[in-house]
């Protein structure tokens, strides 16, 4: 019987990622553990412990002690708030993964996700279509600890036959917790202030194309690879994984279909550089050859989804 462990069970992915696993292993198979308090509906489910990924002895303590087989680690700082801390960041995002890789080296948890992220990309890789194999020189300290982190995963994989798995996430799109410090994350902002005030001021510019994915989705494809048959996997370090690409202008006009008074304005900051480093769209054909890689929403059903469970949350 598996056990599971999820770290970062509080944050964005974390807090969707455990209920759904615990539809498929029962609830009490399913830990989930962070440094914040999580919601609801993930304390009332199961069980919830406060773990700190850095603390490694902790860590292995709790992972022996309740028979952990699988570890999904969602602890990281995300691209914009690592650029204001760095050296902090590269710290924070390393130890986690290092840590959770020694750990199911001496246990176990032999099977582990570790999210990449499109920012392993950087302003000299193809922008359009962005192959699996290419150029890859970012330039961010997440984007850097990303890249690093697969290296380090396909590493586990050959030297100690750890069943590492990973996939390149785009901008993730979701209304039960929102994204902290993230570039992409002005694509979740836009449906809260859409429906508090009716307008939205963007930190990225009109014409930034990035390649996003709605939750459901990212989620469902996260269980799809975990439960993949491991003589299938050709690559072990981080599948691209594409969901849909638009810009900030494209998804305001979608958001009109349904709000017509809605308007939005442009004052980039920052994060503007960082977006013009990543793909606008990328090319995910060998997650959906070796695993079946697929994707329920597109642009308008994404929408439409947000603006009736946002309005829905804020109501209370
Ligand atoms: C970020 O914007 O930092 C993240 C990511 C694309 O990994 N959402």
Redesign the pocket.
Known sequence: MEKILVIGSSGQIGSELVLALRKIYGNDNVFATDIKQPVKEVRDSGPFQMLDVLDYNNLLHFVVRFKITQIYNLAAV???NAEKIPLQAWDINMKALMNTLEVSRQSDAKKLFWPS???VFGPTTPRHNTPQLTVMEPNTV?GISKLAGERWGEYYVKRYGIDFRSVR????ISYKTE?GG????YAVEIFFEAIKNGKYESFLNEDTALPMMFMDDAIQNTIKLMEADESKLSLRSAYNIAGISFTPKELADEIKKQMPGFTISYKPDFRQAIADSWPASIDDSIARNDWGHDEKYDLGKLVDTMLEKVAEKLKG
Not at 169 to 172: A, E, K, Q, R, V
Not at 182 to 185: C, E, I, M, R, Y
């Open positions: 995300l691209s914009g992220s499109i920012a997440y996430y785009p901008g993730l994204p993230g570039t992409t994350d």
